[in-house]
C-alpha cells in the first residue's frame, strides 16, 4: 500500500528517504502550507498487531508533546484507511551514524557539542514525564545549521501514563542501558547511559561494547567494563574521561542524576577546551603581570556565545573572546539591552561622553568659569580613556596560581584567566572551580578553596598525558582492576596502556588476593608490578565448632577443616558460623611461602 501512494492525507508523497522497523518515512508536500514535511507511515503488515499499533501510537503521543529546538517538531498525527501516520518537519542535513562514517571526522569542540544538545534534548523529555529508550547515532539528527535533533519516540515510555508492560525490552542492543537488558524499571538515567555510549563511540571512534550477536553485546553491557576511554585516546582532558567513566557505570545512582547536569560538564569542558585553544594559538591575550584580564569581553561575554554555522555543526564561539583571529577591540563591543532593544557600538557613547563634557566647558565659559574649568579637566578630567584592564576593580583579591609544570591555561565558567604562574582575580569566597590545560598534559579540573582564597596562593600538579605501560605478572592467574573497573581480564601477564597516575589492583578472589599498585609516570615509560607470592592457610575445627561453616573475608569454604589453603599474603580474620547461631572470628597473618594455623575448639 505505501509503495502505491501518491497521497496521504492532504499531503502530497514526493519520495521515500528510508524505512525502519515499525513503518517508512517519506518526503511530503503540504500544499495548503507550502512546505516539506516528514510522513511517517506505518507498515500496512503492521498495522493490525497489538503490540506494533500501540508502540505507533505512543510515538506520536510522547514526541507531540514536546516542543524544543533540539527535538523533532510533531505537526499531525491521523489514519488513512486504517494505516497511522505522523507527520512532522522535514529536517535537512543528515544523521549523526552517517556523520560518524565520513570525513573529516568532527573536532572534540565539534563533538561535546553535539552531545550537549542531544543531552539538552532529553532533559526536556525527561521533564515532559517521556523517556526515549532508544538513543543512537541513528536516532540523533545534525541539521545543516549546526542544530541537533532527537528522533523517533517509537519505544518511548511515558513515565506519567500506565507503562509500557512487555515492551519494556525494547532498544537497540548496543546503545541500551544494563537496567533496560535485565527488565528492570527504567527512568532517564537509561537515555543518560545510552547518551554515554554515543559519546564514547564518538570519541573513540568505536563501541564500547561489542560481540558476534546482540544477545553477546547485551551480556558484555551487564556483566563487563569498557575499555577506559583514556587508554583508547590520547590527550583526552581528565574531567571529559572522568565523565565519560561516571555517565556509563552500571548501577544507574553512580550515573549523573540528569541529562542536564551531563549537559553542563561537557559544555564546560568545551568552552575550556576553546579557552586553551585560543591560548595556545596566540589568539587570546593571556594575563598581566597581576593575572588580572586584559579585555572587557572576556569579562562581561563569558556565559554568551555566539553561533556561525559551517559544515554540518556549528562552531560555538565565546562571545568578545576570540572572532577571526583576534581580541575584540572596546569599539568592536555593543551595548546590550538599549532601550528599545536596539544596539549602539561603544564608540557612540564615548563620543556622547566627549560631547558632553565639551558642552559644560561652553557653559562655564559663559558664566566666567571657562578658563578654571579648562585647566581642572586638563590635570582631573571628568571621564578617563583607559585601557580595559581599568575595568577590573584593583580591589578586589587575588590568589597566585602555580603548577608544576607552569605553562597551563587557567579558565574559569569558560574565561580565560591566563597562564601559569598567575595572579587571579577573585570576586568570591570560593570554592572556585579551575580549569587548567597544558599540552602534553592531562586537564584537569581543581577546586580552589576557600583556605587557599584566604591565603592568596595555590599550587598543582599537572598528570603527564604520555602514555605508560603497566605490566604485571605472576605464578598464578589474576585480574587487574581499577575500582570497579575491569582494566584486564584473568591471566598470568597483563601489558595495560595507561595515562595519569592509577592506583590499580592485582585481584583473584580465589586466593583472597587484593593487592593495590601504585602506578606513577614519572617512574618511567614502564611500570611493572609482581602479584605477591602465595602462602598457605591451615583452619582447624575441634570440639562444638566440628560442623560449623568457615568464612575468610566473606568468602564460604565450607563445613570441614581445611589443609593447606593457598591464601594471598596478609592478615585474614577467619570466622567459624554455627546453626544454633554461635559464631568466632580470629586474626592470622599469613607470609609468603610459610604456613599459618588457626585452631578453633
Known amino acids: 500500500m505505501a509503495e502505491a501512494l501518491r497521497k496521504v492525507g492532504r499531503y502530497e508523497i514526493i519520495e521515500r528517504v528510508g524505512r525502519g522497523g515499525m513503518g517508512s518515512l517519506y518526503r511530503g508536500r503540504d500544499p495548503v502550507l507550502d512546505r516539506d514535511v516528514a510522513i511517517k507511515l506505518m507498515h500496512a503488515d503492521f498495522s493490525d498487531d497489538e503490540n506494533a499499533r500501540p508502540r505507533f501510537f505512543r510515538e506520536a503521543r510522547a514526541a507531540a508533546r514536546l516542543q524544543h529546538r533540539n527535538i523533532v517538531t510533531i505537526f499531525e498525527f491521523a489514519e488513512e484507511d486504517g494505516v497511522p501516520y505522523i507527520v512532522m518537519e522535514f ?5 549523526l551514524a552517517a556523520r560518524m562514517a565520513t570525513s573529516p571526522p568532527l573536532t572534540l569542540v565539534d563533538k561535546l557539542d553535539v552531545v550537549e544538545q542531544l543531552c539538552t534534548g532529553l532533559h526536556f523529555a525527561h521533564s515532559q514525564g517521556v523517556i526515549h529508550r532508544d538513543v543512537k547515532p541513528a536516532n540523533v539528527w545534525l541539521q545543516d545549521d549546526g542544530t541537533v535533533r532527537l528522533l523517533d519516540f517509537g519505544i518511548a515510555k511515558l513515565t506519567t501514563g500506565t507503562g509500557t508492560h512487555g515492551s519494556d525490552f525494547m532498544g537497540s542492543a548496543p546503545y541500551m542501558s544494563p537496567e533496560q537488558i535485565e527488565g528492570k524499571r527504567v527512568d532517564g538515567r537509561a537515555d543518560i547511559f545510552s547518551a554515554g555510549v554515543v559519546l564514547y563511540e564518538l570519541l573513540a571512534g568505536q563501541r564500547p561494547f561489542c560481540g558476534d550477536s546482540p544477545t553477546a553485546v547485551m551480556m558484555h553491557i551487564v556483566n563487563d567494563e569498557p575499555v577506559p576511554i583514556g587508554n583508547l585516546v590520547a590527550d583526552l582532558p581528565h574531567s571529559l574521561v572522568g565523565a565519560v567513566q561516571r555517565v556509563m557505570q552500571k548501577d544507574p ?5 540528569s541529562a542536564d547536569a551531563l549537559a553542563a560538564e ?3 569542558i568545551r568552552r575550556s577546551l576553546l579557552v586553551s585553544e585560543n591560548l595556545a594559538s596566540g589568539s587570546a591575550t593571556g594575563s598581566t603581570e597581576t593575572g ?9 561575554g563569558a556565559n554568551r556565545t555566539r553561533t556561525g554555522h559551517s559544515g554540518d555543526l556549528s562552531t560555538t564561539r565565546e562571545a568578545g573572546v576570540v572572532e577571526a583571529g583576534r581580541i575584540d577591540s572596546p569599539r568592536n563591543v555593543w551595548f546590550r539591552g538599549w532601550p528599545g532593544g536596539r ?12 560631547l558632553a563634557i ?6 562655564l565659559g559663559r558664566n566666567g568659569s571657562a578658563a578654571t574649568a579648562v585647566r581642572q579637566s586638563a590635570t582631573q578630567p571628568a571621564v578617563q580613556i583607559q585601557p580595559s584592564t581599568a575595568l577590573v576593580n584593583t580591589a578586589t583579591p587575588t590568589v597566585r596560581i602555580v603548577t608544576d609544570p607552569p605553562g ?16 587571579i582575580p577573585v570576586s568570591t569566597e570560593g570554592p572556585l572551580r579551575l580549569n587548567l590545560m597544558k599540552k602534553g598534559y592531562m586537564s584537569a579540573i581543581v577546586t580552589l578553596s576557600v583556605d587557599q582564597i584566604r591565603t592568596g596562593s595555590a599550587s598543582y600538579r599537572l598528570e603527564s598525558a604520555i602514555p605508560v605501560k603497566f605490566v604485571a605478572t605472576g605464578d598464578y592467574d589474576f585480574q587487574v582492576r581499577e575500582g570497579q573497573r575491569l582494566l584486564s581480564d584473568t591471566g598470568r601477564h597483563h601489558e595495560i596502556p595507561l595515562v595519569g597516575r592509577h592506583v590499580v589492583r592485582l585481584v583473584a578472589p580465589e586466593y583472597l588476593l587484593d593487592f593495590p599498585v601504585s602506578v606513577d609516570p614519572s617512574k618511567g615509560p614502564t611500570v611493572e608490578a609482581t602479584a605477591p607470592d602465595l602462602g598457605l592457610l591451615k583452619v582447624i575445627l575441634q570440639g562444638a565448632w566440628r560442623y560449623c561453616r568457615t568464612s575468610v573475608a566473606g568468602r564460604d569454604l565450607g563445613e570441614h577443616p581445611i589443609a593447606d589453603r593457598s591464601v594471598a599474603p596478609g592478615s585474614h580474620i577467619v570466622t567459624v558460623e554455627c546453626q544454633d547461631g554461635q559464631r568466632q572470628e580470629q586474626r592470622v597473618k599469613v607470609e609468603p611461602n610459610k604456613t599459618a594455623g588457626v585452631l578453633f575448639r
Open 408 to 423: 597551563a591555561a587557567i579558565s574559569l565558567d569558560g574565561r580565560s584567566l591566563g597562564v601559569t604562574p598567575a595572579s
Open 266 to 268: 561537557l559544555r564546560f
Open 292 to 300: 588580572t584580564l586584559a579585555t572587557t569581553a572576556a569579562l562581561d
Open 253 to 257: 545512582n553512580s550515573r549523573y542524576a
Open 358 to 363: 565639551a558642552g559644560t566647558a561652553t557653559w
Open 91 to 95: 529536517l535537512r542535513g543528515r544523521s
Open 343 to 354: 544596539r549602539w557600538p561603544l564608540a557612540v557613547a564615548v563620543a556622547a561622553v566627549v
